[in-house]
């Protein structure tokens, strides 16, 4: 959602619509009765909410901000949850740090449980499971003989990301995601908006944790 | 670590030394934000108002509605209407002229729009002289009163708004780009909203 009335010409363009509004209730009303003006006007507010709930879905594209490192360092920035464990994620980082001095850093978004606890704040829970799992990610980014550190980041994963590249200079980005039929991150578009939001090449990983499993 | 900040959009070559600028998480310019929050809570001053309105009109008179002898001026108040309404399109004309960095559009158009409101709040304060009843008479004289008083409030507030864009418009203030012309844009943005509110009031008070 963003805030469909941001500036003056927003404004009046919903005067404009709200003054046609009225005269046709002015004028029905004026032929016939007033209740049937009052009918109307109420039709034509529920049109108006459903109107401006329409053209505030989304969000409005934007530039993001990115700080640049100046020192030769590879600086790779990796964004997961649930999967932020997962082989395939583990052999992606290998792979583009290999043969590089390589700063890595892993943001966990915290993910609340439902649309309530997000607007209720309700995020301690999902913290601490964010904390657990970026902290064994750590771990096996650190057997691969990789430096990394994390941070839990925002719950809204582009939030997120856009959050870490303002204080680290990342080369790349990974967002790791479940298979397609089964991440809410792909379905909410994350690594598309991710990919027209930042001027950085951004690498997609799928982890399949069931697969995972059943190898182990 | 040497860093710089490269916003998207813009050559990559023109890197600048310093950390990144703070982020907004409102995606908004701190005034224009600060108008809105402000109108929201104008809107619900509005809304108590019109929930007494509506309360006095369906439960108290609901049987005629002004009560008689009553009368209200629906034909001067829709000139006056038509006055502020076509001041909503001044202002918009001010604020696409400075876009365009055409002062002169600016400066005509606050001008105008201010003049637009002088004369709507001197038809109203006429027509409160010729009403015939004040805010004394009955509930529905306290209603009427408090509700177009408090709409024209706001008309002299948005009037004392566009007096100093005005006046800093013809000291040369303001230009093309979005941040050098917020001192019109928020008075702006409050007029268009004082017009919408005047629609509603006028619709609902003098119409239905």
Same mark, same amino acid.
């Given at each position: 959602?963003?805030?469909?009335?941001?500036?003056?010409?927003?404004?009046?363009?919903?005067?404009?619509?709200?003054?046609?509004?009225?005269?046709?209730?002015?004028?029905? &009303?004026?032929?016939?009765?007033?209740?049937? +003006?009052?009918?109307?006007?109420?039709?034509?507010?529920?049109?108006?909410? +459903?109107?401006?709930?329409?053209?505030?879905?989304?969000?409005?594209?934007?530039?993001?901000?990115? &700080?640049?490192?100046?020192?030769?360092?590879?600086?790779?920035?990796?964004?997961?949850?649930?999967?932020?464990?997962? +082989?395939?994620?583990?052999?992606?980082?290998?792979?583009?740090?290999?043969?590089?001095?390589?700063?890595?850093?892993?943001?966990?978004?915290?993910?609340?449980?439902?649309?309530?606890?997000?607007?209720?704040?309700?995020?301690?829970?999902?913290?601490?499971?964010?904390?657990?799992?970026?902290?064994?990610?750590?771990?096996?980014?650190?057997?691969?003989?990789?430096?990394?550190? +994390?941070?839990?980041?925002?719950?809204?994963?582009?939030?997120?990301?856009?959050?870490?590249?303002?204080?680290?200079?990342?080369?790349?980005?990974?967002?790791?995601?479940?298979?397609?039929?089964?991440?809410?991150?792909?379905?909410?578009?994350?690594?598309?908006?991710?990919?027209?939001?930042?001027?950085?090449?951004?690498?997609?990983?799928?982890?399949?944790?069931?697969?995972?499993?059943?190898?182990? | 670590?040497?860093?710089?900040?490269?916003?998207?959009?813009?050559?990559?070559?023109?890197?600048?030394?310093?950390?990144?600028?703070?982020?907004?998480?409102?995606?908004?310019?701190?005034?224009?934000?600060?108008?809105?929050?402000?109108?929201?809570?104008?809107?619900?001053?509005?809304?108590?108002?019109?929930?007494?309105?509506?309360?006095?009109?369906?439960?108290?008179?609901?049987?005629?509605?002004?009560?008689?002898?009553?009368?209200?001026?629906?034909?001067?108040?829709?000139?006056?209407?038509?006055?502020?309404?076509?001041?909503?399109?001044?202002?918009?004309?001010?604020?696409?002229?400075?876009?365009?960095?055409?002062?002169?559009?600016?400066?005509?158009?606050?001008?105008?729009?201010?003049?637009?409101?002088?004369?709507?709040?001197?038809?109203?304060?006429?027509?409160?002289?010729?009403?015939?009843?004040?805010?004394?008479?009955?509930?529905?004289?306290?209603?009427?009163?408090?509700?177009?008083?408090?709409?024209?409030?706001?008309?002299?507030?948005?009037?004392?708004?566009?007096?100093?864009?005005?006046?800093?418009?013809?000291?040369?203030?303001?230009?093309?780009?979005?941040?050098?012309?917020?001192?019109?844009?928020?008075?702006?943005?409050?007029?268009?909203?004082?017009?919408?509110?005047?629609?509603?009031?006028?619709?609902?008070?003098?119409?239905?």
């Amino acid at each position: 959602m963003h805030n469909p009335l941001r500036s003056e010409a927003d404004a009046f363009r919903w005067a404009v619509i709200i003054g046609g509004g009225a005269v046709s209730v002015i004028v029905l &009303t004026l032929l016939t009765r007033p209740v049937v +003006g009052v009918i109307w006007a109420a039709a034509l507010i529920g049109f108006g909410v +459903g109107v401006a709930y329409r053209g505030a879905r989304g969000s409005l594209p934007r530039d993001v901000a990115l &700080t640049r490192g100046g020192d030769g360092k590879y600086r790779l920035l990796v964004v997961a949850n649930e999967t932020v464990g997962g +082989g395939a994620l583990l052999d992606r980082i290998r792979d583009s740090c290999r043969g590089r001095e390589s700063e890595i850093l892993v943001v966990t978004p915290a993910l609340a449980s439902s649309r309530a606890a997000h607007w209720a704040s309700d995020v301690d829970e999902a913290i601490e499971l964010a904390r657990q799992r970026m902290e064994l990610s750590l771990i096996a980014i650190g057997e691969l003989g990789l430096k990394a550190k +994390g941070e839990i980041g925002d719950s809204d994963p582009n939030m997120a990301i856009e959050d870490a590249l303002r204080v680290f200079a990342a080369d790349e980005i990974l967002i790791s995601t479940h298979p397609p039929e089964r991440s809410r991150w792909l379905e909410h578009g994350v690594v598309d908006r991710a990919r027209e939001q930042i001027d950085l090449p951004i690498g997609h990983v799928v982890v399949d944790l069931a697969a995972d499993r059943a190898v182990s | 670590m040497e860093s710089a900040t490269v916003a998207l959009g813009h050559a990559h070559g023109e890197e600048q030394h310093g950390p990144p600028e703070a982020n907004q998480s409102s995606r908004m310019d701190r005034q224009t934000l600060g108008i809105l929050l402000f109108i929201v809570s104008e809107v619900m001053l509005f809304g108590a108002f019109f929930a007494s309105y509506f309360f006095l009109r369906v439960v108290v008179h609901p049987s005629s509605w002004p009560p008689h002898p009553y009368e209200l001026p629906v034909a001067v108040a829709g000139v006056n209407t038509a006055i502020l309404v076509s001041s909503s399109f001044t202002i918009h004309y001010a604020l696409s002229s400075i876009r365009r960095g055409n002062r002169t559009g600016l400066k005509l158009g606050l001008v105008l729009t201010w003049l637009l409101g002088a004369t709507f709040l001197f038809i109203q304060i006429n027509e409160y002289v010729h009403l015939g009843f004040s805010a004394r008479d009955l509930a529905f004289g306290s209603i009427f009163y408090g509700l177009t008083g408090l709409h024209g409030a706001h008309v002299f507030v948005g009037l004392v708004l566009l007096s100093f864009a005005s006046i800093r418009a013809f000291r040369g203030h303001f230009g093309p780009e979005e941040k050098d012309h917020l001192g019109v844009e928020v008075p702006g943005i409050y007029w268009h909203f004082v017009d919408v509110m005047w629609i509603i009031v006028y619709t609902t008070v003098y119409i239905l």
